[in-house]
């Protein structure tokens, strides 16, 4: 029997949540649920509903899982605690400093409802997460490094945006080779923010904008991009549509650790054609995981930390240990 | 309170987990228990006591968890079922094919003794095999690849100097640098066994010795080296001492995944110093995690995809989520 998934917002994550448990023989998505009027939402998936999320307290009987694929500022803190309750949930909750208090609302709501919710699931938080841990654990003497990218940052992209006379804007963020090839090297270096990301910025302007202006208050702002090297290029519509219109991104998390004097290094890396694609992906299996969890009579919060590796995937235990082990 | 280990073995690996074990700082080493003579081993660890493997039956009090450090051609089919009714045990056992009978056997003394054996830890099988398996799960349309080295096999090195006339040598294994990068680009090629890696041999001949014979032998020995390139060098033994005393190894599992027609690769990759070191890392960490598990009522045999990452840390769950998520 399918596990039978519901994905609650339409966006960019939840198309590729969409995709991923298309592409799961052991999963069927029973429906979309959306804040908008449900008729103006196309689904890639032709047989599939879209429902009101209005919808969602009367459907516990027909979804086994349901992955929120809200933003981590509002929609997350809200959505993930309320439907833990209803339904085992996933999130991809990523704002690391309020990580403990998200945990706990779910934990709460989830446990009142004897379902799952895992939270902060997806690549980083995520699979980096998880690297970092097994890194720590194994090697405990040693340093993690994260670099992000080369990939497209969607906030960096939105707070150029928001400039005025800017029409649209794309934002890379690139890792230091240096930096990287230090750090894989084991030199253990200490970097700053600086050191370690560059931002590549591609913008369209307004007809007639300022754009000495426009280039200043990218590079000037807190936060975003005054810590920084940052690069400002001014191209036409068509060219960011034709050049910057997919969303790649990546990183590497490498553990520089020590057994003594012998030195260890452990990487993880990515390279994503897609961050969404790859972000949902990875929500899909943990939905896999959940519900098995769930049906062995597990309840509360989780986070990928709290789940074997073997959760995630549809075969057997003695098929992986025959064939992957 | 500390969790006692116990070590059976004291060649490179039970020695590599001695180390790790004294930098947990939550582990203390009780004892290392040998088939030799106990007072002709002498340990780095002066204040650790050396036993007779035929004291392990009485000190079921005295330890917490017993890392199994033999070969697994002969010495681990028989000793972790043993032990695996009686501690907590942990092992290292490779022979692939034979793992499910493996673990079987585990399985049924560890349950009849309310213990955890956890089998087949170390980093191939081990960290790799977790790597494998998060990324199918993740990408269920993909392919894995797995590259070992560059570093010294103990297997192939021991092969050369079974060779008549051979005084020693060492042997790395070493990947095709173009065959790495193919799949590093996401290219998905078809691999032979020769296209893959390259098998480079040191080797000290007896005085007098036909070199010619040697190296022939060598480069046609069916399973070791008749797959391969391969090239022998002929050296002294103090080069050899100088230059090839080390255990250095690692390699990547690399995952060439789609989702429609994105294209995703993710890669493991380890490069150690040491891989008796690394490896006992490893068990040492999985000994924290047996005890956990069993603390908790868990029994049976276990491998690494049965343990959820957190159980491999000393830290709380509270901190893993604060910090590392």
Chains 1, 2 share one sequence.
Request: proline share 5%; aromatic share 8%.
């Amino acid at each position: 029997m399918s596990i039978r998934i519901g994905i609650l917002g339409y966006g960019n994550l939840g198309k590729g949540v969409e995709k991923a448990v298309n592409a799961n023989a052991d999963q069927e998505l029973v429906g979309v649920f959306t804040r908008r009027n449900p008729e103006s939402v196309k689904l890639a998936s032709e047989q599939v509903k879209v429902y009101s999320v209005d919808d969602l307290p009367k459907m516990t009987g027909d979804i086994d899982v349901l992955i929120i694929c809200g933003g981590s500022a509002t929609d997350l803190p809200k959505q993930t605690p309320v439907y833990a309750s209803l339904y085992n949930v996933v999130d991809s909750f990523d704002t690391h400093a309020n990580i403990p208090a998200h945990f706990s609302a779910v934990d709460e709501a989830a446990v009142s409802g004897g379902k799952i919710g895992v939270i902060s699931c997806g690549w980083d938080p995520g699979m980096f997460s998880i690297s970092r841990l097994y890194a720590h654990s194994v090697l405990p003497d040693g340093k993690d490094y994260t670099f992000w990218g080369r990939g497209v940052s969607q906030g960096h992209s939105d707070a150029i945006r928001r400039i005025e006379g800017v029409k649209d804007a794309r934002q890379y963020t690139v890792p230091v080779p240096e930096a990287l090839e230090a750090v894989r090297a084991g030199k253990n270096p200490e970097l700053t923010t600086r050191q370690k990301h560059t931002r590549e910025c591609w913008v369209v302007a307004e007809e007639g904008a300022d754009l000495a202006r426009i280039e200043k208050e990218i590079k000037e702002m807190p936060n975003y991009f005054s810590d920084y090297d940052t690069t400002v290029n001014f191209i036409s519509e068509e060219e960011l549509k034709a050049n910057h219109s997919e969303l790649p991104h990546g990183g590497s998390v490498i553990y520089s650790g020590a057994t003594g004097e012998k030195k260890h290094v452990i990487e993880y890396s990515l390279k994503l054609d897609s961050n969404p694609e790859f972000t949902g992906s990875v929500l899909a299996a943990v939905a896999r995981a959940a519900w098995r969890m769930n049906q062995e009579g597990l309840k509360g919060a989780k986070t990928m930390f709290d789940i074997a590796p073997k959760y995630l995937s549809p075969l057997t235990d003695e098929y992986l240990r025959a064939h992957y082990l």
